[in-house]
Structures are given as structure tokens and as C-alpha cells.
T-cell receptor, first 113, second 115 residues
Framework: SQQGEEDPQALSIQEGENATMNCSYK?????LQWYRQNSGRGLVHLIL?????REKHSGRLRVTLDTSKKSSSLLITASRAADTASYFC?????????????FGAGTRLFVKA | DTEVTQTPKHLVMGMTNKKSLKCEQH?????MYWYKQKAKKPPELMFV???????INESVPSRFSPECPNSSLLNLHLHALQPEDSALYLC??????????????FGDGTRLSIL
């Protein structure tokens, strides 16, 4: 089964609104990452948060991590049409030397202009 | 433009054909990955190479054969594929640092269709 599960599966908002996506995982982790994938393209790394961090910012992105609840959230503020994409959380699965990354099911975000 | 280049972008092949997917990066990354992604699903890890040696094989059928000729190149040889193998095949690379996952850089993939 997948390490990360995300909700909502799909999200449609107006340009300028904030978008929040959530990710839950099952086992302990060293870090959690968020990626974006535009239609027909590869994934783009957005942000990495370590297990001893609670919050991290990058531009309009804010990521939180709650290891006690095994959950993370990605907030995109002041969304733009160009933010339309699928967003995946990704965790390290086990002791494989830091190579095995497991992706969550993803949230499809649609930002209407 | 992505820093990981995959060729071809599209590939249509019959079940008896032999073809290869290619991936190249010049970022000095020593870990390289193959993923398979079906429509509206997350990428699924297939293989990982670290320092040009196969580190992880996620029980992938032998009709998929990876090869890492040098630190910049990664190939995926295909033979006798099945229609269910139709998918987007993504290559990625990353630095290697201790035991913790590093951010991966992805190519735009090869969209494979099996007739």
C-alpha cells in the first residue's frame, strides 16, 4: 500500500484564493517532500521538510509537518492559474540508504482564472 | 527545460519488439531512478542505481532490463512487453547524502504505448 495518502483528491478554486492539500503517512520518516506535476510533464521538487521541523516556507508555499499525527499539509497562497497541476507528497519508506521514495496518491489542483 | 533528458518522448511498439529508453543527466548526481506512472496515479518506483550499481529492483518483470553505462546515462531495455505496460516512464536523478532521501530531478518521461 502507499506510504502517503492525500486529500482532497481534487480541488478547484478561483485565482487568488489559497489552496490547502493534506498528506498522511503510515510509518516513521526522516523527511517528507512535496512535488508538482504539470500535465504531461515530469515531477518538479517543491520543498523538503525534515522530521525535526514543524514548518517550512518557500515563496508562496507553506508546508507543515506533524509527526505525532503522521501528517503534512501544503498551503499555496494567492493561487495563480499556472499553479494548476497535480501535487504529490513523498516519503522515505524504509532503511534503503535513502533511495526509496514513496509517492502519495496526489491532489489535482485546478485554479480558475 | 528539465536538466534530465529522456528520449524518445513517445514510443509505440508491438509486443514482440525490442526497444530502449534513454535518460541522461549532467548534474553530477550519482543516484538514478526509473519510475512507471499510469494515468492519474503517482509514480511507482521500478529501479534505483547508485554509483552505477543496481541498488533497488522493485520486483519488476524481467521484460524490463535496466542498464547504467556510466554516471550520466541510464537505459531501460524493453522486450516482449504487454499492453498493461503502456504508461509514462520517468527517469530521475539525485545526489547521494547519508541515509536520507534527497530531492529528485525528473525528466519529462517517455510515453509508451504497447499495441
Amino acid at each position: 500500500s502507499q506510504q502517503g495518502e492525500e486529500d482532497p483528491q481534487a480541488l478547484s478554486i478561483q485565482e487568488g484564493e489559497n489552496a490547502t492539500m493534506n498528506c498522511s503517512y503510515k510509518t516513521s520518516i526522516n523527511n517528507l517532500q512535496w512535488y508538482r506535476q504539470n500535465s504531461g510533464r515530469g515531477l518538479v521538487h517543491l520543498i523538503l521538510i525534515r522530521s525535526n521541523e514543524r514548518e517550512k516556507h518557500s515563496g508562496r508555499l507553506r508546508v507543515t509537518l506533524d509527526t505525532s499525527k503522521k501528517s503534512s499539509s501544503l498551503l499555496i497562497t494567492a493561487s495563480r492559474a499556472a499553479d494548476t497541476a497535480s501535487y504529490f507528497c513523498a516519503t522515505d519508506a524504509d532503511n534503503t540508504g535513502g533511495f526509496k521514495t514513496i509517492f502519495g496518491a496526489g491532489t489535482r489542483l485546478f485554479v480558475k482564472a | 527545460d528539465t536538466e534530465v533528458t529522456q528520449t524518445p518522448k513517445h514510443l509505440v511498439m508491438g509486443m514482440t519488439n525490442k526497444k530502449s529508453l534513454k535518460c541522461e543527466q549532467h548534474m553530477g548526481h550519482r543516484a538514478m531512478y526509473w519510475y512507471k506512472q499510469k494515468a492519474k496515479k503517482p509514480p511507482e518506483l521500478m529501479f534505483v542505481y547508485s554509483y552505477e550499481k543496481l541498488s533497488i529492483n522493485e520486483s519488476v518483470p524481467s521484460r524490463f532490463s535496466p542498464e547504467c553505462p556510466n554516471s550520466s546515462l541510464l537505459n531501460l531495455h524493453l522486450h516482449a512487453l504487454q499492453p498493461e505496460d503502456s504508461a509514462l516512464y520517468l527517469c530521475a536523478s539525485s545526489q547521494i547524502s547519508g541515509h536520507y532521501n534527497q530531492p529528485q530531478h525528473f525528466g519529462d518521461g517517455t510515453r509508451l504505448s504497447i499495441l
